[in-house]
């Protein structure tokens, strides 16, 4: 079949266009139904501003439409010899409309289309990762109170430190998870805004009314300089990918963390059998695979900004066909992104934590500075009780006077902060505009 913009064709042709084209055509699947909630706005437009006549705007609508519903019960497919889902669309159209379907392109470019679907795309599924990582952040919550007077061993450089509790741990993650989506919400702000007139990234001829499919596709805004529009190409995949990287690196580290506290040596929490794995020859074992490769993936999800920076390293302004080759780091990350919250929320839901763990003579040396703070509280300048309690260190005499805690500070072991980190938490998520953006494409449709 011939492509809509091809020059000739050869063997040598061939060879090129299949180097070229790689694995656009099933990473556009992932684009379908955006190509076509974006070519509704465009044709909607045309038909505004006297670009269609409005018989031809309305049989397009519908036909789009169609076509929409296809893509939703699975029915799409890339005809062979067709290169891309925008050409795909195009010729269904033109097929089953005539002459009309020729006009969809008209004022638009491959560059301004590719690069809406692709802001369409990275906003829906930066919805979807805010509502993995909200339903885990709950979860966190949840336990950082059901174990908010579980002692726990806090280390610095891994050595004992001070005491901590498992409310505090659970809830430090929580927290974090906080600061991650506030990178989140910036990256979809930049995402937000609507590319569609620039063209081949410098604008056209045509009367077109870009604020009018601002609007239709619920942006919060549009790129307004056409060659900066088509400079988002990159630069929205690399902002998001490392808000991404931000959530991975919470999830790796308390995964570091789960993976420590089960071994023998820690002892500090257990999962149910059915949640661990075995080993082929040591019948003890209880792995915890799971963990291990939520770090993984995770580890490899924070390497993927600076993929991203490389690839686009060095670029002049305008479109090249580098930039092609992002959406094959990027889209599959999405999916497991919120595998791993997933799987990671389903762990520690069944988690069971060991209680009185402090009461072991090893970890006596966790309440040194409870014991200095006690001594300053009754008079003795801090210097002189931080040497005393030392010497009584050194000597192998240090007794702990009391186990018991008075940590009364927001954020402490005694004043988790629950109710703080939660507005903040909801103070984020209320910056999203998800429910405008699912009106607005209904209404498309």
């Given at each position: ?13 061939s060879l090129i266009e299949s180097f070229t084209v790689g694995k656009d055509r099933e990473l556009d699947l992932y684009l379908a ?41 699975g029915q799409f497919t890339l005809s062979e010899g067709v290169e891309d889902v925008h050409s795909q669309v195009e010729l269904m ?301 050194e000597a192998g005499q240090f007794k702990i006077n009391t186990q018991k805690l008075s940590h009364t500070h927001l954020g402490s ?33």
């Amino acid at each position: 079949m011939k492509k809509l913009w091809e020059k000739k064709t050869s063997a040598q042709g061939s060879l090129i266009e299949s180097f070229t084209v790689g694995k656009d055509r099933e990473l556009d699947l992932y684009l379908a139904s955006f190509d076509v909630l974006g070519s509704i706005a465009h044709v909607k437009m045309l038909g505004k501003v006297g670009l269609l006549e409005q018989n031809e705007t309305l049989e397009l609508v519908k036909g789009l439409q169609l076509i929409y519903q296809e893509i939703e019960n699975g029915q799409f497919t890339l005809s062979e010899g067709v290169e891309d889902v925008h050409s795909q669309v195009e010729l269904m159209l033109t097929k089953r409309l005539g002459e009309a379907g020729k006009k969809i392109h008209m004022a638009r470019s491959r560059n301004d289309q590719v690069l809406l679907d692709l802001k369409l795309f990275l906003r829906s599924e930066i919805e979807g990762v805010v509502n993995e990582v909200s339903s885990f952040f709950a979860l966190l919550m949840k336990q950082s109170e059901r174990f908010k007077n579980h002692l726990m061993p806090g280390y610095t450089h891994l050595q004992l430190a001070m005491p901590s509790s498992f409310g505090l741990w659970f809830g430090a993650y929580a927290e974090s998870l906080v600061d991650d989506l506030l990178t989140l919400q910036a990256a979809y702000e930049v995402v937000n805004k609507n590319p569609l007139g620039s063209a081949a990234g410098f604008g056209s001829s045509f009367p077109i009314d870009r604020a009018y499919t601002t609007a239709l596709l619920g942006f919060s805004d549009l790129s307004y300089n056409v060659v900066y529009a088509q400079m988002g190409r990159g630069k929205s995949e690399r902002v998001v990918s490392m808000a991404i990287a931000n959530i991975a690196e919470t999830l790796s580290r308390l995964s570091m963390d789960v993976c420590l506290f089960l071994n023998q040596n820690f002892d500090f929490i257990q999962f149910p059998d059915d949640l661990t794995t075995g080993s082929s020859i040591m019948p003890h074992k209880k792995n915890p695979d799971v963990f291990e490769l939520i770090r993984a993936r995770c580890n490899r999800m924070k390497a993927l900004p600076n993929e991203i920076f490389m690839m686009t390293s060095n670029l002049p302004s305008g479109y090249h066909r580098d930039l092609q080759i992002l959406k094959e780091h990027l889209f599959p990350v999405f999916s497991e992104l919120k595998t791993c919250l997933k799987m990671a929320e389903m762990m520690l839901s069944q988690i069971t934590v060991r209680e009185n763990l402090l009461q072991d003579e090893k970890y006596k040396y966790l309440f040194s500075v409870e014991e200095v703070n006690r001594l300053v509280l009754t008079g003795t300048p801090f210097r002189d009780a931080y040497r005393k309690v030392g010497e009584t260190i050194e000597a192998g005499q240090f007794k702990i006077n009391t186990q018991k805690l008075s940590h009364t500070h927001l954020g402490s072991i005694g004043n988790l902060a629950l109710n703080q980190i939660q507005k903040k938490m909801d103070q984020v998520l209320g910056q999203f505009d998800f429910e405008k953006v699912r009106t607005k494409l209904k209404e498309l449709l």
